[in-house]
């Protein structure tokens, strides 16, 4: 069965200290991996899509990478208001497997 | 901008009683999904509807509950008899497409069911 595995489970950032976080998948037949955010109480919001090994999408602070296996999401100078949980997931058959995702903190 | 909308906000209700979560998805989407998340743990896959029917369902999904698109614009999650386990919350989402034609499931806010 496709499984996604993210870490850390949770991260502890300064305001400006940049990391990584990380998504494993095993998935017979890759058709795309994506990234949320998930506020507390809210349900997921969508940030980015990507498909092919090499690619990379960018969103203001955010920047995802995709490999064959894994998937980097990239935080530069994190904010506070940054804070918050990151789910990365991938399609099943009419469906979105999500990880159990990386709470980020970031303090000022 | 369009959005998910999803009622009550919370509920709180006694075991064995039936609750009935309703949602509007947004109008033009065509795939509808109802997830749940157990406070603390992760989002998962509980049924996708196309077509006014279930497309797929998880193993979750068993006999108590049900979904439906009664009219043009809301989808409803029935859970005939609630158990203490059943306490989440309960997302609600839309999307264009499905499975690698998703692009991006739109979530509502939630709907927090309390089981006593």
């Known amino acids: 069965e496709d499984q996604v595995t993210q870490s850390p489970e949770a991260l502890r950032l300064q305001e400006g200290e940049s990391s990584s976080l990380n998504c494993s998948y095993t998935?017979?037949?890759?058709?795309?991996l994506f990234w949320y955010r998930q506020d507390p109480g809210k349900g997921p919001e969508f940030l980015f899509t990507?498909?092919?090994a090499g690619e990379e999408k960018e969103k203001e602070r955010l920047k995802a990478t995709l490999t064959k296996k894994e998937s980097f999401l990239h935080i530069t100078a994190p904010k506070p208001e940054d804070s918050a949980t990151y789910l990365c997931?991938?399609?099943?058959?009419?469906?979105?497997?999500f990880g159990a995702g990386t709470r980020l903190a970031v303090h000022p | 901008e369009p959005e998910v909308t999803q009622t009550p906000s919370h509920q709180v209700t006694q075991m064995g009683q039936e609750v009935i979560l309703r949602c509007v998805p947004i109008?033009?989407?065509?795939?509808f999904y109802w997830y749940r998340q157990i406070l603390g743990q992760k989002v998962e896959f509980l049924v996708s509807?196309?077509?006014?029917?279930?497309?797929?369902k998880s193993e979750i999904f068993d006999d108590q509950f049900s979904v439906e698109r009664p009219d043009g614009s809301n989808f409803t999650l029935k859970i005939r008899s609630t158990k203490l386990e059943d306490s989440a919350m309960y997302f609600c989402?839309?999307?264009?497409?499905?499975?690698?034609?998703?692009?991006?499931?739109?979530f509502g806010e939630g709907s927090r069911l309390t089981v006593l």
């Open positions: 509807f196309y077509n006014n029917e279930i497309s797929e």
């Open positions: 989402a839309s999307s264009v497409g499905a499975g690698a034609n998703t692009g991006e499931l739109f």
């Open positions: 997931a991938v399609p099943g058959y009419n469906k979105l497997i």
């Open positions: 990507l498909y092919s």
């Open positions: 109008s033009n989407h065509l795939y």
């Open positions: 998935v017979s037949g890759l058709r795309g």
